[in-house]
């Protein structure tokens, strides 16, 4: 319940819903907070835009894709809720997706909201019951949550944890948790609960911020976070990225396969009913000092120091990524549906729909005219060290802002003319 003081503090509500420009069709709904102006209360303000997906009967998670520390990172938040690629993610799982996006200005401290003791986790709960009303799915309120943090938001994560153990369903930190800082009396250390150390979890720094001057206590925490945790019998994994620093990379294409995996195994049978706990006899373990991960029944060494993995195929992709900085694909994106053909007063407008191939993400889009290419959606990419995107991909792992639609304006069009749509993913992999 709110309580509200016209002198100290504001609260704006305002609700929007727009159609995806995705296969995966959904509803968008948005939630604003204005500071509290008390103690105790929201520091920061934020917009929480939650992305739910049309076939979804029920929710049954949220996957929450919280946003780094500073101006850029948050501005970037506001378009985590659109991304086709982590869209797919939720809806194979009758998930939502969600996009926090704090407004800390240049002379802010993170801690006002990336500590959620700062009242970022009530809003949070307060948030996702005004979201569950206005999408008219009761069940968002008190569904379990994914969390991937980047940054500050592992820093939240790894707090938030704390707080509400029995709604996590698994937490993926990019390069970033507040461990560290409580254990060097930096920030109030938290009460651990057991069940925090019955999440699963990856911690995921980049190698290059090992020997970074600002960065590397985002290796050193995440490493000694993984130690402590590991010894109290947590399911963890030290999950370092060879290609990266303090950015997130190719990140997503595991943490992805990461959520997809323990979704699978945590979601309750029931909505409503209680996270299932991991069977740590079924894992692969590794050491440290190892890419190659083991059936857990064959570890020969101690298995409190070794990197926990949730099963044979995930282990896979892990060993691959911490040697590469890459998850492979073999697999062809789904085809691209619903091409219609529109004569306008500047030539044919084409649109279409797809699917983001839920390994890979899509590329780029080929338009094809009577079977001729005529042009590409984005038209030229970006050159990047990490796969491209079409709709682009920032530092900390949103779509660029202004991302294009799924259409394209033909001016040598003709109404007669048969037009097709070629998907390409990620890995360059062309639809049928």
């Not at 006002?112 to 949070?124: E, H």
């Not at 029995?166 to 970033?176: D, L």
């Amino acid at each position: 319940m709110f309580i509200i003081s016209r002198l100290l503090c504001a609260l704006i509500i305002t609700i929007s819903t727009v159609a995806s420009a995705t296969a995966v069709n959904g509803d968008y709904y948005s939630v604003n907070y204005e500071p509290t102006g008390r103690e105790g209360g929201l520091q920061i303000g934020v917009t929480h835009t939650l992305w739910v997906p049309e076939k979804a009967r029920q929710i049954r998670g949220i996957i929450i894709h919280q946003h780094g520390c500073g101006v850029g990172a948050c501005k970037s938040g506001e378009t985590a809720a659109y991304d086709v690629h982590w869209q797919a993610l939720a809806a194979k799982w009758d998930c939502a997706l969600l996009g926090p996006s704090y407004r800390q200005s240049a002379e802010q401290s993170c801690r006002l909201w990336c500590d959620p003791r700062n009242g970022s986790a009530d809003v949070l709960v307060n948030s996702l019951k005004k979201l569950a009303h206005d999408a008219e799915h009761p069940e968002i309120a008190t569904a379990p949550w994914c969390l991937w943090g980047h940054s500050g938001g592992g820093f939240w994560s790894s707090l938030l944890q704390m707080q509400y153990p029995e709604r996590i369903v698994s937490i993926w930190f990019q390069s970033g948790t507040a461990y560290g800082y409580w254990k060097k009396g930096e920030t109030q250390a938290p009460v651990i609960p057991k069940a925090a150390m019955q999440v699963p979890m990856m911690a995921n720094p980049g190698l290059k911020e090992k020997e970074h001057e600002r960065f590397h206590v985002a290796w050193d925490y995440s490493l000694a976070m993984f130690s402590d945790y590991r010894k109290q019998g947590a399911p963890i994994a030290f999950t370092p990225d060879p290609a990266t620093g303090h950015d997130t990379g190719d990140s997503r294409y595991l943490a992805i396969a990461f959520f997809d995996t323990t979704l699978k195994m945590r979601l309750p049978k029931k909505i409503g009913g209680s996270l299932r706990l991991i069977d740590q006899n079924k894992a692969y373990l590794v050491s440290p000092d190892s890419t190659a991960p083991v059936p857990a029944a064959k570890y020969e060494s101690d298995i409190l120091k070794a990197s926990w993995l949730p099963d044979k195929e995930y282990a896979r992709k892990w060993s691959e990524f911490v040697r590469t900085g890459v998850v492979g694909d073999n697999t062809p994106p789904p085809p691209v549906t619903m091409v219609t053909a529109r004569a306008t007063a500047d030539g044919i407008h084409v649109s279409w729909k797809a699917d983001a191939d839920f390994e890979s993400g899509i590329r780029q889009f080929v338009i094809l005219r009577n079977g001729k290419e005529v042009g590409r959606l984005p038209q030229t990419l970006p050159k990047k060290p990490y796969r491209n995107l079409y709709q682009g991909k920032t530092y900390g792992d949103t779509p660029v802002a202004g991302f294009p639609k799924p259409e394209f304006l033909d001016p040598a069009g003709k109404s007669s003319d048969k037009y097709n749509i070629v998907s390409i993913n990620s890995a360059g992999l062309e639809s049928e």
